[in-house]
Structure formats: structure tokens, C-alpha cells
């Protein structure tokens, strides 16, 4: 469960390659400041594997499962799960570093470094596709996690 988790925040870095002849979507990416947007408090709201939908594995992590982005670089994941039938409890956090460049992200937790890219994100959500084996099939998928931000 952990090793899921652990995946869920951390992947491999996606290198997108595409030609527009919009430059203001270029320009307009430039001048986000990802560093100091995703400063705060998130919570988890979906996720989608290969373009799909796909359900946590447990309602307390999508209810109370919640990743902190600290000014200072660093990176804290609290998750949540009903392990003994009767409620939500904490079961994990994990710390780490965080780092921004333009829409990349690279997350290091435990030694683990990997990146991916900010698709989107404002004052009050965030969207973060990660390249990962995420079935451990040995076959690269496309993992987005959608966020609210809580504070």
C-alpha cells in the first residue's frame, strides 16, 4: 500500500514535445509563477490513468489524504485509510523536497527522485501529470492527480 502511495506523488518526468502557432498559451505559461501558486495545503480530488477515471483505494484518501508544499522546499503527504472498520485514521506521512521549474515539478522523498509536469494550476486547484509504471507491468502510464487547495 505504501509502495501505491508512493507512486500516486512521484513519477517520471514527461517531456512534451508540440508546435502551436497559439503563442499566447506559451506566454501565458511563462509568466505563472508554479513556485509560488503551489505553496499551501492540497487535497487530493481525482485521479485519471490513461485518460480514465480511476477510484482510491480507500474513501479516507480521497476525504482526508492532503500534500503540503512549504516555502522553504519542503514537501509532507498525510494519508488517511479505514483499516479498522471503524473511521478515518492516519496511517502514513512522508517528507520530502520540492523544486519548480516553469511547469516541471521534481519531488524527492526517501531518496526517490522523480518529476513531472504542472498541467495547470491557480489559486484554488492543480492538476500534476506523472510518467510512472504505475501497475508494474513494465509499461509507462499516464497518471494525472487533481487537487483543491485547503490552505
Known sequence: ?????????????????????????????????????????????????????????DECQKDFDYAIYSVNGVFNQTEFENRSGTGCEQVDSLTGTWITENSAITLTIMGDTKSGTILSINETKMSIQWNLDYDEDGSVNVFIQNFTKIN
Open 1 to 57: 500500500m505504501k509502495k501505491f502511495n508512493l507512486l500516486r506523488i512521484i513519477g517520471l518526468l514527461l517531456i512534451v514535445t508540440s508546435c502551436s502557432s497559439n503563442n499566447d498559451d506559451t506566454a501565458e505559461k511563462e509568466m505563472t509563477n508554479y513556485s509560488e501558486l503551489i505553496i499551501g495545503e492540497w487535497n487530493y480530488t481525482s485521479q485519471l490513468l490513461n485518460g480514465n477515471d480511476i477510484i482510491f483505494d
